[in-house]
């Protein structure tokens, strides 16, 4: 079966089970991966520097550039899945990156609502929780 026929069965089962478990569907391998640890959303980084508390605005910035740097550094878009988002419990779509890509802590410095937690004892914290 190729990979089109594997997305349309996906979505079409996805349509008859409930909404939680049709993003997840959609989702896949990447939102295990996700629940796993192996990847991790810019809003996980955030929360182990400490910065969870962020307005929703500001750490959708902080994502925007992490999302440039990555595409930078590779040349391609990081992968995806959906997930409910912390405060309006609405499904999102939202890119996902391994835990030390170096796109994550690009992206705080060149943010500058972030810029004051891109100091290497962070980032050491940081690695130690994730490891």
């Given at each position: 079966m190729n990979a089109a026929a594997?997305?349309?069965?996906t979505h079409a089962a996805a349509q008859r089970v409930t909404?939680?478990?049709a993003y997840r569907a959609r989702s896949g391998a990447v939102i295990v991966?996700?629940?796993?640890?192996?990847l991790v959303r810019t809003g996980d980084i955030l929360n182990r520097l400490g910065?969870?508390?962020?307005?929703?605005?500001?750490?959708?910035w902080y994502?925007?550039?992490v999302k440039k740097a990555h595409i930078a550094a590779t040349g391609s878009e990081p992968a995806r899945c959906w997930v409910r988002h912390r405060t309006t419990g609405k499904w999102i779509h939202v890119h996902v990156y391994r835990p030390f890509d170096m796109a994550l802590y690009v992206g705080l410095v060149t943010y500058k609502q972030t810029k004051h937690l891109a100091q290497p004892?962070?980032?050491?914290?940081?690695?130690?929780e994730a490891a």
């Open positions: 594997q997305i349309r069965r909404k939680a478990l991966a996700v629940e796993a640890g192996r910065a969870g508390d962020l307005k929703d605005g500001y750490q959708s994502g925007r550039h004892n962070l980032f050491q914290a940081a690695y130690t």
